[in-house]
């Protein structure tokens, strides 16, 4: 048997682990239970991959990634590591050849869908070979009140009850503290070793603008600061991923939509082109993207404003896991508040609350003056000692200004409609009163004559939105679920009475911002004499990828063809030597490159 670092070198081609995996993998090596807490692109994999190639037996992994599990397998096969899959896309037949490998011994990893542990039949399979660990990825699907509860994961407990002696290790990259304990509790974890790494996530840059034609802020980002680059654009409704992925296609950018209306070939078909083809762009709504490994996802866009900081977390972790500069930019605006808002107050009381909670974390890191990666981090309980120079507010400080006067405006032309009138109107109307407009929605209600009238003239229409939308995030309105009625809140009261400043983010000027962002950007750069090299590199790869019906960074990833592109190795021994060219990959491909070199 190798010990992990003989494994880590021989079968991944990597010299030293990286921070935190060496600890956790000797853990688990010597029969330990773990529960780690790892940001996306951290190595997570690496904890349980190299536990199962070392101790004896079979490493099985429960992962709800049905729809991934053969590009994993692909992944590791290239690596020569023996790996296989029983989920519900197999027939008869393919099952059969898995499970005679497990029971024969020919597996080092077997990787489950957590529903196959609730049949029985799976039980007893795994009872008769010999399992080296389990491991359940994506742990935090089994948090009830998370944002991706897998009802299935609650059934997970019960290994430890069937095979006691047999290490357990838990995996994440998405949990707050109370997340953090209910995994423990529920997996029965709680005498576990517990391993939190840093969820920073330096190389990404984080930036949050407010919607002006969102269309064309996503298609100037696109062109400005990422022109043939993959990445993924996220939207909550079906319809808003088909208009997108349309409006992009016809403006010259290669983008396929994913959704859960899209019948079940379609959408492979778009994955299995996101995962193999360069420079692609997914439009999808939030049923995409979990445990996708694409290591050069360069951009991840939200169009609509996420459910929680969790959820933004874990979409924006998915760009960027080569370690190279990505991007998280959002658009946001106040119909996102106002239908959050009104989502929030469905349901029973104890679901309205945990909403409400998320909702009003996730306007705040929005709506901050104060670094974004500093609140991120505080969310998951993660102290960062200072700015991080790499998102928008740092780099482009927003000023605050005293907005108490415009909020008493706001609020007491709602509180007037309310008392006058018996009536609750939207924004729209609101801004309308404000602004002096007689519209006929104004003079049919006689709104003309309140006392608030024409008080706003001061501030512009998309100003008096902004208004609105702050103080919806700071709770000193509220919206009605119905109709999406702006209505007061218990604080309204000490800002009408002059007892609370109200403090307002001064949004920049959108035209300066697209500009600065893109100059701001960090750059990796290759030596001038390797782009053409690495450029024969890629193609290469994308040629073998395609005749062996395999995702592009199955071959290699860019940062080991930059590498090879800038050291320029004439032999298979210095072709060796460059980390991600395992002992499998070499034997495999090393000609091949040695060629490309040369050519």
Not at 135 to 144: G, K, N, P, R
Not at 176 to 182: F, K, R
Request: glycine share 8%; aromatic share 6%.
């Amino acid at each position: 048997m190798d010990t992990p670092t003989e494994a880590l070198h021989r079968v991944f081609g990597y010299d030293s682990f990286r921070a935190g995996q060496q600890e956790i993998i000797d853990h688990v090596v010597e029969g330990g239970d773990a529960l780690v807490l790892m940001p996306t692109g951290g190595g997570k994999s690496l904890c349980y991959q190299i536990p199962a190639l070392v101790r004896p037996g079979v490493g099985v992994v429960v992962s709800p990634l049905i729809a991934l599990m053969q590009d994993q397998v692909d992944a590791l096969t290239a690596l020569g590591v023996r790996a296989g899959f029983l989920n519900s896309t197999q027939d008869f037949d393919e099952r059969q050849r898995v499970e005679a490998a497990f029971l024969a011994g020919e597996l080092d990893l077997l990787y489950l869908a957590p529903e196959r542990l609730r049949v029985e039949a799976t039980l007893r399979l795994l009872a008769k070979g010999e399992i080296s660990l389990f491991a359940i990825d994506e742990a935090h699907c089994v948090s009830q009140w998370g944002h991706d509860f897998r009802p299935d994961y609650l059934a997970l407990s019960e290994l430890h009850e069937r095979w006691p002696e047999v290490p357990r290790i838990a995996l994440t990259a998405t949990a707050t503290p109370a997340t953090h304990a209910e995994i423990a509790s529920r997996l029965r974890l709680e005498k576990a070793r517990h391993f939190v790494a840093s969820f920073d996530r330096p190389n990404i840059h984080y930036r949050i603008t407010t919607k002006n034609e969102p269309k064309r802020q996503l298609l100037d980002f696109l062109r400005a600061e990422h022109p043939g680059d993959a990445g993924i654009v996220y939207c909550l409704s079906r319809s808003s991923v088909e208009k997108i992925a349309a409006y992009l296609v016809d403006n010259g950018i290669a983008a396929v939509p994913y959704h859960a209306g899209l019948d079940n070939r379609t959408r492979a078909a778009h994955q299995a082109r996101f995962l193999r083809e360069d420079g692609l762009i997914v439009v999808a709504t939030i049923a995409f993207g979990m445990g996708i490994d694409k290591p050069d996802v360069r951009f991840v866009a939200h169009l609509d404003l996420p459910k929680s900081v969790e959820g933004y977390y874990q979409e924006t972790g998915r760009a960027g896991r080569d370690g190279l500069p990505a991007t998280a930019w959002m658009a946001y605006g106040l119909h996102d508040v106002v239908q959050h808002r009104r989502l929030a107050m469905e349901g029973d009381d104890a679901h309205r609350r945990r909403q409400v909670l998320h909702l009003d974390a996730m306007l705040a890191l929005c709506e901050t003056v104060e670094c974004r990666r500093v609140m991120l981090l505080d969310y998951f309980g993660q102290e960062h000692s200072k700015p991080c120079g790499n998102c928008d507010t740092c780099q482009a400080p927003p000023e605050s200004w005293d907005g108490t006067v415009p909020a008493q405006k706001v609020l007491s032309t709602v509180l007037r409609l309310r008392r006058e009138r018996g009536q609750k109107f939207g924004v729209g109307q609101i801004a309308d009163i404000l602004l002096g407009k007689k519209t006929a929605k104004v003079l049919q209600h006689g709104h003309d004559s309140l006392s608030v009238f024409g008080v706003g003239a001061d501030l512009g229409n998309t100003e008096w939105h902004g208004v609105v939308r702050q103080l919806l995030a700071q709770g000193l309105l509220a919206v009605e679920s119905d109709y999406g009625a702006l209505v007061l809140t218990d604080a309204s009261a000490e800002v009408l009475r002059g007892q609370r400043e109200v403090r307002l983010r001064r949004d920049a000027p959108r035209t300066a911002r697209a500009k600065t962002a893109a100059k701001d950007r960090p750059v990796v750069e290759l030596p001038a004499a390797a782009e053409p090299v690495f450029e024969r590199l890629r193609a290469w790869r994308a040629a073998t990828a395609k005749e062996q019906g395999v995702p592009a960074y199955v071959i290699f990833h860019d940062a080991t063809l930059r590498e090879i592109a800038t050291l320029s190795p004439s032999t298979l021994a210095e072709l060796g030597t460059v980390s991600g060219v395992g002992e499998n990959k070499l034997a495999k491909y090393g000609d091949q490159v040695l060629e490309t070199l040369a050519s």
